[in-house]
């Protein structure tokens, strides 16, 4: 069975779009097998590979509340080692019609599984909000990274995550891991960011610190182009860091 990975955090904007784009793109440029879902309403990892609400006839929404085939959601992108499940704004109702249902938490995982041994790694985009969708995600994930920008009002954000995650692991899911911290917006030699990482070593350990992903303009660049940052800009500072870390999460077997 592939690793399942949740790409969490409630603060909104500390990267995880990017994240689950480009260690999507890099870990599938590997040879993996690989698996993109995107399950946030916004649907911008979907927007990051150019597709609009137009160009789908199918997504998440439909894998979960339509019971559509799983073959029939995921879509391909230009690699053929990296697929996508795309979200759209259907997505919003998902939350509105079924987040008092109970076993609706569970539907994520239970299709999921159904196709997990298809994949090396299925890696979910999550929104900013504590809602069904990420809660389904994190009961679904066997792992979740947290990319965490390098300011001090992130760091309650990341104890707020850890508390979640220890809530899931006690009520729904016994086997989920917190793997990684990945600091985001890393600026290189500021007193600032190396304190960030300090705070974060002292409370869960140095080990749990993944590869920084620098400030690089091109990483904000490539989604308006529908391109990862490997199409967009191979010699970039964001395409090495993403490169480094997509390895790195290979070795966290
Ligand atoms: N390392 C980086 N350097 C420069 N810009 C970045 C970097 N990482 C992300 N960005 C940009 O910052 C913005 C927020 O990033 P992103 O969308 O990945 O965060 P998010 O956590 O998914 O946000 P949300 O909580 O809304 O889902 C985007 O415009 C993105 O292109
Ligand atoms: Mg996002």
Redesign the pocket.
């Known amino acids: 069975m592939g690793r399942i990975i949740s790409v969490s955090?409630r603060?909104?904007?500390?990267?995880?779009?990017?994240?689950s784009v480009n260690v999507s793109a890099a870990l599938a440029r590997n040879g993996n097998k690989v698996l993109l879902i995107d399950a946030?309403p916004?649907a911008?990892t979907t927007l990051s590979f150019g597709m609009t609400s137009k160009d789908i006839n199918l997504d998440l929404y439909s894998l979960l509340v339509d019971r559509k085939k799983t073959e029939q959601v995921i879509t391909g992108t230009y690699l053929n080692t990296l697929k996508v499940i795309p979200a759209t704004r259907k997505l919003t109702s998902f939350e509105r019609d079924y987040s008092g249902l109970k076993e609706a938490r569970v539907w994520f995982a239970d299709r999921i599984t159904e196709i997990a041994d298809k994949f090396d790694y299925i890696i979910i985009?999550t929104?900013?909000t504590l809602s069904l969708l990420s809660i389904s995600a994190l009961i679904a994930s066997g792992e979740v990274l947290i990319?965490m920008q390098t300011h001090f009002l992130s760091l309650e954000g990341l104890a707020e995550m850890v508390r979640l995650i220890s809530q899931i692991r006690k009520l729904y899911n016994p086997e989920i891991k917190l793997k990684g911290v990945i600091p985001?917006?890393?600026k290189e030699k500021t007193r600032l960011s190396k304190s960030i990482l300090y705070e974060i070593g002292k409370n869960l350990g140095t080990g749990i610190i993944l590869h920084p992903?620098?400030?690089?303009?091109s990483?904000?660049e490539a989604?308006s182009y529908g391109k990862t940052i490997f199409q967009y800009n191979i010699k970039s500072n964001?395409a090495y860091d993403y490169m480094a870390l997509a390895r790195q999460i290979e070795e966290l077997k």
């Open positions: 955090n603060k909104g904007g500390s990267g995880k779009t990017t994240t946030d916004q911008h985009d929104p900013p990319p985001t917006f890393y992903v620098r400030v690089n303009i990483l904000a989604p964001g």
